[in-house]
């Protein structure tokens, strides 16, 4: 049987509630490069009240990781990219971030 360690990229309002999701069944890392953001929900706290401080803390207890360390996410073999892509006045998305966080995935994944 194959062994799942998820990594979910951006840990907003799609990627955290994912990342919880996930982390009763499998091995989760949740990635953001937010400092802030990483130490606040290691300390169980979701600003943007996605989760509650029990669901944080749930999660955390289950074996989740929060982290900004690309090391931590190099043995990784799923990787679910959850970032935003603003638009302009256009209605054209900004695509940096998803290029960004395609380039750290890049970094780490493995045939």
Do not use: W
Not at 75 to 87: A, H, Q, Y
Request: with cysteine; glycine share 6%; hydrophobic share 35%.
């Amino acid at each position: 049987m194959k062994i799942y360690k998820i990594c979910i990229i951006g840990l907003g309002y799609v990627g955290l509630p994912l990342a919880h999701a996930f982390s009763s069944k499998y091995q989760v890392v949740g990635f953001d490069i937010n400092t802030k953001r990483i130490e606040e929900l290691n300390n169980g706290f979701d600003r943007t009240e996605e989760l509650n401080e029990t669901q944080v803390k749930e999660a955390i207890s289950n074996g989740m990781k929060f982290s900004l360390d690309i090391n931590d996410i190099k043995d990784c073999n799923v990787f679910i990219v959850t970032v935003p892509t603003p638009i302009d006045k256009n209605n054209r998305p900004d695509l940096t971030p998803l290029i960004k966080s395609s380039q750290t995935v890049g970094k780490v994944i493995k045939k």
